[in-house]
């Protein structure tokens, strides 16, 4: 088997090509140099080709099979456009500037129909087609810039009885250049030129220009459909030069703009396609900038383009490049959810699809692909453990997918395969091959959490076992051949820990007879090895079990499994055995490389050969559930207080590797001692929570020295998040290990600052001490220390600041809102969303940050739990923070318990701009009535009514008024230095600005609220009237100027 790289970024998704058109295109005899592929569209039924004889082709999706053909004599196909909501319409545009759209007729089983030809661009070059999202409305564009629309009737039995009406044809605009791009979507139509972007509203006739500054060149704009059922607004999507793109809202205004040009840097994925292997180059390019000649919709959260070079999908709201890949000379893309046909100058079709890199193997081994699948796995070996991983800790228990195991098991046979054909070409014999398999065992199988994935396998993975457990036999005996071959018995004996690496090859392989007679053969054993010797068997055992599917795919199997691992455990590491512990690590000299780690990360182990005495000082630790602790402490063994943060004895690196990542398993599914629990026993729910505490304690204790402290901390956090206990003991070995470095014994003395440069210049980045540091640093300076520690982001994250002052969670807040200040303003929403795993910390952090630093609820409402006027313009300590909560996307549910907190609380403008996106109107207006501020009804912010009912409530609202004065002043003062008040007055000048005053005085004698106005009523809706007639006045005058104008030019 040849040699497959992998690619070490953990990339979700690739572009797979799982058949190939060319025998549907020769079939259409669309593959010749005469006649070939000019335009492309695609729908939910219908894959449209056009060509450059004048016909258009329409193959039916599934299966490729029915086919009509459409001719058209006005020249050849340039543009087609399926209608997205109706599979029986198309419209294609010719190269004379005809546009032409077709009924076809599929339910009536009758003959495609022509239903309307327009000339409207006859002569011009067309450059863009698309169509309504509602209605059956075609958009067009050409070269010269205008942009027209044509309407058709929707009554299929009315256009049969009428063949020949007259369907209009509106001319929307004429922008300034050649028309790139056309998209439309809730009644808006986007047009894309050469020099900028367009925002029309179809229905009132209103345009907007995108953005100040203009460009030259093809560059696109698509929609990026909001999320419904959180009440998200569609944004709008524009590409800039330099391979940047706009984020733009609903209304046009720009948001911000996001720069790939660095993120394109990377080298592309390899293309997932039967007609060869995927090959990947490690070579980082240089940063790619880059036009974006059209953006579309991909999927669900994505956005794609192309250049000359290849495919580029990004995922814009979290400025990430999902992937690009080499796909050469694109001529136009068509997509439909996430199916991709790219058309090529060449006139060929290509047919991908966005997948993640899991369900791309599935496929390929539901189409017996086994090779293509084999070298997809191992190219993407480490993106399929994040993701499992990531699966594992997210998916509810019974609904993981059985695909997982699958794909686990086509890691192992080609690792296993290729390091079987690698140990044949390696001459002598190394252990580089164990050493890859060991790191494969490792990584890819005994991982954290995986006791959740699902059981469901079973049913699937019965089935394939037999095959499965065949390779792995035949490849074990291939191992074990080449255990035994000549080349190895003639090596002259390895010494020391050279030793003892040979001989742990493959644990995973040999027997227990073939380990015992390696065990017999050993003459030389220093003492230390003789009290592993059964531990290794019992771990050798452990990794075998673990390469079962059916024990690794089952809880309650592989805890039985890590149990009798434990109870060995426990036996070789015996408190008896410990006596000297105190003696053992007595050193001065120890150092902090001297500590043993075993960090997977960095692929790095630490060995530590002198120790140090422990301290009598861990006991004096502050508690946090004091009872929880007490118990702790109460049922602890003497010697149970001593952390044991290095080995007595030296050990293996090899064996070291797996003891630490079998206990590390241990801790992560709870496997805490080697007594097997009774199911038959009732124990308090309360007592039981207590145990599991307890028992975690002092399993840190016991076995600190063999955990992975990384995976180890996260466990934690995950497991006891509300019982701290369990983190302080964790900190407490931390601290206990760090105590030898002499930059944690300088730290006793200094200021803020001196410690910190200290920690930066001495401490590694990603060492797992640091949190240590941390935590020396914060009980000595407070909060002020916590807001110095976002310098250390991400190696200390949010969540390890909320279980280090735990006890302070306001505290916590000012952390988490410098932390968030940090960041560009324009980017700080998006990097809060990428801190809220799990999504249930919004509603905590949200809760969190309206209870501290905010005035007094009785100064934000009445008794009532009505809003005090002006009460919306208090200053809340993190209003910034609370803002940036509420404007992040969530499903709706989510959005009502904000809306719930924030009115609880009295945030009455993060209420009320939760009540916009929930489209709770009416509850909107009531509360801006209680607030009494007129500027909350402006145009900008949204809040004015919108239709009669809603001007009828307000008027209703503010009659019914108490008009008593509350005596909460405003925060500016008294209420006469505030802003404009909501009485009768104001709200009937509002509604006359914005009806007119006609209309508004019909309303208002409607209600019987004339005799209430003043004067000053009167006169303004006087000079109302005088301005619009002047306006209309002006309206017509340069009309007639411009209709002379335009007659003396056609003279």
């Known amino acids: 088997m040849t040699f497959v790289p992998v690619i070490l970024e953990s990339y979700t998704h690739v572009l797979a090509e799982f058949e190939s058109l060319d025998p549907l295109l020769s079939a259409l005899r ?34 490729w099979k029915h086919r009509l053909f459409l001719s058209h004599r006005e020249g050849a196909i340039s543009q087609v456009a399926c209608c997205s909501h109706d599979d029986d ?17 599929q339910e009536r089983r009758g003959k495609p129909e022509r239903i309307y030809v327009s000339s409207e661009h006859k002569g011009r070059k067309v450059t863009a087609l698309c169509w309504d999202t509602a209605i059956l409305r075609v958009f067009v564009g050409d070269h010269m810039g205008k942009v027209s629309a044509i309407k058709l009737n929707t009554s299929k039995q009315a256009r049969a009885a009428v ?51 203009e460009r030259d060149g093809e560059y696109g704009a698509c929609f990026f459909p909001g999320r419904c059922a959180a009440g998200q607004q569609p944004l709008i999507y524009c590409a800039r030069p330099g391979s940047r793109m706009w984020e733009v809202n609903f209304d046009g205004e720009v948001i911000s703009t996001h720069q790939f040009k660095k993120l394109l840097s990377s080298p592309p994925l390899p293309v997932i396609t039967l007609r060869s292997e995927p090959q990947y180059d490690h070579t980082v390019g240089s940063s790619q900038s880059l036009s974006f000649p059209k953006l579309l919709h991909l999927s669900e959260h994505c956005v794609l383009t192309w250049t000359e070079r290849g495919i580029y999908i990004f995922v814009p709201q979290n400025v990430q490049v999902l992937l690009w890949s080499e796909v050469k000379d694109i001529q136009d893309v068509a997509v439909f959810k996430n199916e991709l046909f790219c058309l090529h100058l060449n006139g060929k079709i290509s047919h991908l699809s966005l997948l993640s890199v899991e369900r791309c193997v599935e496929r ?75 790191d494969l065992k490792n990584s890819s199988h005994i991982k954290k959490r995986t006791s959740q994935i699902s059981v469901a396998a079973h049913t699937e993975m019965r089935a394939v076992k037999e095959s499965v457990s065949s390779f792995v036999r035949k490849t074990t005996e291939k191992i074990g051949t080449l255990h035994t071959s000549p080349d190895q018995k003639v090596r002259p004996e390895p010494r020391g820990d050279e030793q003892l690496c040979e001989e742990d090859v493959s644990p995973v392989t040999c027997s227990k007879e073939e380990d015992t007679e390696g065990i017999k053969e050993v003459t030389s054993q220093p003492p230390e090895e003789d009290k592993f010797q059964e531990l290794k068997i019992a771990t050798a055992e452990a990794m075998t079990k673990l390469q079962d599917p059916l024990v690794l795919f089952e809880p309650e199997s592989l805890r039985m499994v890590l149990q009798e691992w434990l109870s060995q455990l426990e036996k070789t590491f015996a408190i008896k055995d410990f006596s000297g512990i105190s003696g053992t690590c007595n050193s001065s000299t120890t150092s902090n490389e001297d500590v043993l780690l075993f960090d997977e990360s960095k692929n790095g182990i630490l060995v530590e050969d002198n120790e140090k005495e422990k301290r009598d000082s861990l006991g004096n630790e502050e508690t946090v559930d004091h009872k929880a602790c007490e118990s702790v402490n109460s049922l602890r063994e003497p010697l149970d207080d001593l952390f044991r943060v290095c080995s007595p004895w030296s050990i293996a690196n090899g064996l070291w590797k797996d003891l630490a990542e079998l206990t590390t398993l241990c801790l992560e599914l709870n496997v805490l001692n080697s007594e097997i629990k009774s199911t038959s026993e009732h124990e308090d729910h309360t007592l039981q929570e207590h145990s599991s505490e307890i028992l975690a304690c002092q399993f840190l204790k016991k076995y600190f020295f063999l955990l992975d402290l990384k995976r180890a901390k996260e466990s934690i956090k995950l497991t006891y998040a509300n019982n701290h206990c369990v983190w302080d003991t964790f900190i407490e070995g931390l601290k206990e290990m760090a105590s030898s470095n002499p930059t944690y014994m300088e730290m006793e003395e200094g200021d803020l600052p001196t410690k910190l440069k200290l920690v930066d210049d001495s401490v590694p980045f990603d060492s797992p001490l640091l949190i240590a540091y941390a935590t020396q640093l914060y009980e000595k300076f407070g909060e002020s220390a916590l807001r110095s520690l976002i310098k250390f982001y991400p190696s200390i994250l949010p969540s390890d600041v909320m279980q280090l002052c735990h006890h302070h969670p306001a505290q916590f807040l000012a952390y988490l809102d410098s932390l968030v200040k940090s960041r560009p303003e324009d980017h700080r929403q998006s990097f809060l969303e990428s801190l809220l795993q799990p999504e249930s910390l919004r509603l905590d952090w949200l809760l969190l940050a309206v209870s501290h630093d905010a005035p007094p609820s009785t100064s934000t409402m009445d008794d009532e739990g009505n809003p005090r006027p002006h009460s919306h313009l208090f200053s809340w300590g993190y209003s910034q923070l609370i803002l940036h909560l509420i404007k992040l996307p969530a499903d709706f549910t989510t959005k009502e318990k904000m809306t719930d907190i924030c009115r609880s609380r009295g945030f009455w403008p993060g209420y009320l701009t939760l009540c916009l996106e929930l489209e709770r109107r009416r509850e909107a207006f009531t509360n801006i009535v209680y607030l009494n501020d007129m500027s909350l009804m402006d145009g900008d912010s949204g809040w004015i ?31 006469s230095d505030g802003p404009s008040p909501v009485n009768l007055e104001n709200v009937a000048l509002l509604l006359a600005k914005a009806m007119g005053p006609d209309r508004a005085w019909s309303l208002l004698q409607e209600c019987g609220l004339t005799l209430e106005l003043s004067e000053r009523f009167t006169r303004t809706c006087n000079i109302l009237r005088i301005a619009e007639k002047r306006q209309r006045a002006l309206i017509q005058s340069m009309l007639e100027k411009c209709d002379r104008f335009l007659w003396s030019q056609q003279a």
């Open 945 to 975: 009514p919108e239709t009669m009912e809603e001007w009828k409530l307000l008027l209703h609202l503010v009659q019914n008024k108490n008009t008593k004065p509350d005596p909460q002043n405003s925060p500016n003062g008294s209420f």
């Open 163 to 213: 063949t020949f009406v007259m369907f209009p044809v509106q001319t929307i605009t004429t922008v300034d250049s050649c028309v790139v791009q056309l998209d439309y979507l809730d009644g808006r139509l986007l047009i894309s030129s050469l020099t900028r972007s367009f925002l029309c509203d179809t229905e009132r006739e209103k345009f907007w220009k995108i953005g100040n500054k």
């Open 89 to 105: 319409y198309v419209a294609v545009a010719t190269s004379q500037g005809f546009v032409v759209v077709w009924e076809l007729n």
């Open 30 to 63: 669309l593959d010749s140099s005469r006649l070939k592929c000019t335009s492309i569209a695609v729908s939910r039924k219908w894959l449209a080709l056009g060509s450059s004889g004048g016909g258009l082709n329409l193959i039916q999706k599934e299966g």
């Open 364 to 438: 390929l081994l539901r189409r017996s692909l086994w090779n293509l699948a084999a070298h997809t796995c191992c190219l993407f070996q480490n993106s399929l453990i994040a993701g499992r991983l990531a699966a594992v800790e997210e998916a509810p228990f019974h609904h993981m997918k059985v695909s997982a195991s699958w794909t686990l098991v086509f890691i192992v046979l080609l690792v296993v395969e290729e390091a079987v054909s690698q140990m044949k070409t390696l001459v002598p014999f190394t252990a580089k091959p164990s050493q890859k398999m060991r």
